[in-house]
């Protein structure tokens, strides 16, 4: 399979999860930093997963799943470990809404990433399903190598281009700026604790002045 990726916009949108096991909890850890409305489906749930509906992050449907357990979701992911009520959640979600079944049994409208998040970075890996455990390897170097720092920088860079784009308004300048807005020194000023110094080297591009 030759899978599209993308980044989805599920605010407020509603979410179900089918299944309240190890692997529902590593799909609900991975919704929660969005604002989407999160609904688990299961007789029993463990108890990261019963922290999460305690602090008011997800719903909780203590039941067995039915039909009408999936109406109107936009995503719904059947993580449950039985294959036959997979299928009953593959039977009844609509072709408009987006399906992901952990045992990769059936239908399968998209899988999952393992991902990092740093702030507004987000690095997102996958062997499209050939070794999810390579998947998870990769992932703990990429945590390794973008420390937390990197939300500041980005944050940053977020910052400059904001104010590039509000200030300069030839193409080519802007377009100059922004370049130069990704020299290393801003990183290492950073890593420093030297805001000063970056925005005081923003201001120069603002006013043109910087020629490194
Ligand atoms: C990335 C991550 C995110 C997440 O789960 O959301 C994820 N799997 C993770 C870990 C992991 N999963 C498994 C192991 C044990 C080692 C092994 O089996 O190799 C480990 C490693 C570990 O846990 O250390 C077992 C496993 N996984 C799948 C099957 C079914 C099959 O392949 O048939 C089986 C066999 C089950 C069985 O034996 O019955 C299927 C899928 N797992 C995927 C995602 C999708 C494609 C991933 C890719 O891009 O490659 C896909 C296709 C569907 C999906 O679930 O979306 C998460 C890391 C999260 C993190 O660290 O943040
Ligand atoms: N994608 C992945 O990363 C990955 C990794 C490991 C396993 N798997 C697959 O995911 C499945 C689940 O793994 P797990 O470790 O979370 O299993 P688990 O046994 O810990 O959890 C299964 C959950 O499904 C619930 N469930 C069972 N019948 C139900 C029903 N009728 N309605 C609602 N909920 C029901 C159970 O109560 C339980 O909470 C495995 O069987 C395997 O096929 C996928």
């Known amino acids: 399979m030759t899978y599209f990726p993308a980044l989805l916009n599920i605010d407020y949108k509603k979410v179900v999860v089918v299944g309240g096991g190890n692997v529902a909890a590593q799909k609900v850890r991975a919704l929660l930093p969005t604002k989407a409305n999160i609904h688990i489906i299961s007789p029993d749930l463990i108890a990261e997963l019963a922290s999460y509906v305690q602090e008011g992050r997800a719903i909780w449907h203590e039941k067995q799943f039915a039909p009408h357990d999936v109406d109107d979701a936009v995503l719904v992911f059947a993580t449950t470990n ?44 996958s062997t499209s399903g050939a070794s999810p455990g ?78 490194t």
């Open 82 to 125: 039985s294959e036959a009520v997979n299928d009953a959640v593959e039977e009844a979600t609509q072709h408009w809404q987006q399906f992901s079944r952990a045992d990769m049994k059936g239908r399968v409208d998209f899988i999952n990433p393992a991902v990092v998040r740093r702030g507004e970075l987000i690095l997102a890996v």
């Open 134 to 211: 390579y998947t998870r390897k990769l992932k703990a170097e990429l945590e390794e190598q973008f420390d937390e720092s990197y939300a500041q920088y980005i944050a940053f860079l977020k910052h400059c281009r904001q104010q590039i784009n509000a200030t300069l308004t030839d193409k080519a300048a802007k377009r100059k700026a922004l370049q130069q807005t990704l020299c290393p020194e801003i990183f290492d000023w950073l890593q420093q604790g030297d805001v000063q110094q970056c925005e005081a080297f923003l201001q120069n591009l603002l006013n043109g002045e910087q020629s």
